[in-house]
């Protein structure tokens, strides 16, 4: 017989993000008359609410199902196939010509707004990025984290400034370039990654230190309403959650303020590893 995790709350949180993303895709696909919104939100919530199932369920790789069902999605077909730029590069290039479509929209939904319901769920369950990352052998951080966290504000910023230019400048064939810059972006994001994770023996070091998105997603991760708790009349202190967080987060402190707080990807390993399940 499979032993449930938490299997009210987790059925909850699956149907919760479910009804979310089949929300935007409907309020989307009526008010832009475009089929594609629903099709592209629908599939994406239930891929998401079918990794989260999954978890429940006790499959060990529920979370990497949904961020390659997610993630080759974005990356393969909207990115590849439609020559949509879904990096921040692209969001600075849709909000410039004042265009609210694909990135804009995308970035509106998982990274701007989204973050206040369930936080920097999108890192844990439908990065393109981190679900290659997350593949790597360095699962748990072996290593005291690094104080380079600065890094990020300084690649988001090269972003914004790298588009303004050619923004600025009425470059010819902006979409084509966009393009190009996606291709090459994302060649960047995995070969940086890599290096770091194995560098640091982290897989997550490129999340924590250099991802310029985590600009938008933390302040907004900051009032997430989905967040995972510490019944603290279980908790025995054993540290096992603290040893197997991927983000250095403190879970046994239920306080918005708590260490790396705003860095969960609702990921779950914690509520795995509790054996006083004192963590939902």
């Known amino acids: 017989m499979i032993k449930l995790i938490g299997t009210k709350k987790f059925i909850f949180h699956a149907t919760i993000m479910w009804l979310i993303f089949e929300t ?19 599939y994406i ?9 999954l978890f429940q369920l006790q499959y060990k790789y529920a979370r990497n199902i949904a961020q390659f069902l ?21 969001f600075w290039y ?3 010509t004042g265009v609210f479509e694909a990135a804009t929209i995308h970035y509106a939904v998982a990274k701007i707004f989204g973050p206040f319901v ?26 005291t984290r690094k104080n380079w966290s600065y890094i990020r504000y300084i690649t988001f910023l090269l972003s914004f400034i790298f588009v ?21 972006g ?14 640091l023996k982290d897989n997550r070091a490129f999340c924590k230190y250099i991802c310029p998105i985590t600009v938008f997603l933390k302040p907004m991760s900051y009032f997430s309403l989905i967040r995972i708790k510490c019944d603290k009349s279980k908790c025995i202190s054993c540290g096992k959650c603290k040893k197997v967080c991927p983000m250095d987060v403190d879970m046994t402190d239920n306080t918005r303020s708590r260490k790396n707080g705003t860095e969960c990807i609702l990921c779950f ?12």
């Open 24 to 42: 935007i895709a409907i309020t989307l696909w009526l008010t832009k008359q475009n089929l594609f919104y629903l099709f592209n939100f629908s």
């Open 45 to 53: 919530g239930t891929a998401i609410s079918v990794g989260i199932f």
């Open 70 to 90: 997610v993630g080759t999605y974005m990356l393969v077909y909207l990115g590849f196939l439609c020559n949509e730029n879904m990096q921040i590069e692209g």
């Open 94 to 96: 849709y909000l410039f």
């Open 118 to 143: 369930f936080g920097r769920g999108w890192c844990g369950f439908a990065c393109w990025t981190a679900m290659i990352l997350d593949l790597l052998p360095y699962k748990t951080p072996s290593n």
């Open 164 to 184: 303004g230019i050619l923004f600025i400048s009425k470059i010819k064939n902006m979409e084509r370039i966009m393009f190009y810059t996606f291709l090459i």
């Open 186 to 199: 994302n060649c960047l994001y995995y070969i940086i990654g890599i290096i770091l994770a194995f560098a």
């Open 269 to 280: 390993e914690c509520v795995k590893v509790c054996p006083k399940n004192a963590l939902k």
